[in-house]
């Protein structure tokens, strides 16, 4: 429990006297930095808030969190439904927590995570996600991408649940065969920093991490050791991949959030305020998206494409996590079913006995280790399938490259 100074939320539903004891021994035993009334007024006679709880009573509190942060450590939730329903007040943790205080309710601690500091004089770049499948890898493939044709050369560092025990840089060039060797070694050859170098073409280190708390911070993870390895490449950039909701552990500079359905749900909220541009997936709530980002909120999708042109009247089997189909591309055989080998398993014996002779798959989960392996022994050719995000409303490229810019 942090020691304090103490800001407190409260209401109007609790009867005065109550609350106000409540204060005197928080004042007493911690210190008090400010009160801020969340409404309600079901137990509030006619008066001033300051005489009802005998000292100064902040209201807004959003916009009260945000000018006492300063002179305090911890905010103390006294409040209650039905003035704070639980995302309301899971809304108010994230900004005590994008504000660097602990928030403690009854029965609950949330600390704020700790990014610790990379020995880089260039711009350190995130993109994070709401969630896992939301297109981060797509997005820093692209704006690695754009970085290049811009002059400046990136490095994008890379953590996932199936990363390296050590930190391991993959250069562009990657072939098949080297990925299903890293498989049969018993490696996970689809590893986002592998799908970038591969996809992308560009320079990437490969962390792991396990865990990942209500505000994104791993339990354990390498990336640290990986920034440091990814800065001895002497980059104009480094971009941090996130993994899945979970936030990489270092500074940065600027962050990419890329938002999905549910991305307001539990601490979703600290994800978007800590970001520079947040990219809403179709059929999020955009506009309450922004009413929270403090960035620009534009609109954006995923449009699948083969990384190499197809063969006239190859008999296409298509795999992926949940993409679509690529425009232009009738498959004999369509699966969903990347990350759920038991289906997965079923699809390919569809693949086989359709005599398909092109695998067409992302770079993702059972890829290599799975559809490819299958691919090599049926005499099926493989191509990789990537999703290139394109903005809604707005030009996503210049928008990356304003971030990268800190315009």
Known sequence: MAAGPVLALIDGEHHPPVVRDALDRIERERGLAGVVFCGGEEKLAPGPLDGHYGRPVEVEPERALRRLAPSAQVVVDLADEPV????????????ALHLGLDYEAPGARLTPPR???????????AVIGSGKRTGKTAVAGHWAGLLRTAGA??????????????????????????????AARGRHAASDHIENAVLAGVRTVGCRRVGGGLAGEPAESNVREGAALAASLEPDALIFEGSGSSLPPVEVDRTVCVAGTGALDALG???????????????????????????????FALHPEPAEPLPDGARVALFTTGAGRPAGVEP????????????????????????????L??????????VAARAGSEGA?????????EGVG????????????GA
């Open 84 to 95: 704070l329903s639980p995302p309301a007040r899971l809304r108010l943790a994230a900004l």
């Open 269 to 299: 909220a600290y994800r978007l305020l800590r970001a520079r541009l947040a990219l809403v997936a179709d059929g999020a709530e955009e506009h309450a998206l922004a009413a929270v980002c403090p960035g620009r909120v534009m609109g």
């Open 153 to 182: 050369e990136p490095v994008i560092v890379c953590m996932g649940r199936g990363g390296p025990p050590g930190p391991e840089p993959a250069e562009p060039g990657l072939r098949l065969q080297q990925l299903l060797a890293m």
């Open 381 to 389: 050719r493989v191509v990789f399938l990537r999703n290139r995000p």
């Open 332 to 359: 004999v055989v369509t699966s969903q079913n990347l990350a759920r080998r038991g289906a997965l398993a079923h699809d390919l014996r569809r693949a086989a006995a359709e005599r398909c002779d092109l695998y």
């Open 394 to 405: 707005g030009d996503l490229d210049e928008a990356l490259l304003e971030v990268w810019r």
């Open 115 to 125: 990014f610790e500091r990379v020995a880089f004089a260039g711009p350190k770049l």
């Open 361 to 370: 798959t992302e770079l993702k989960a059972a890829a290599i280790d799975t």
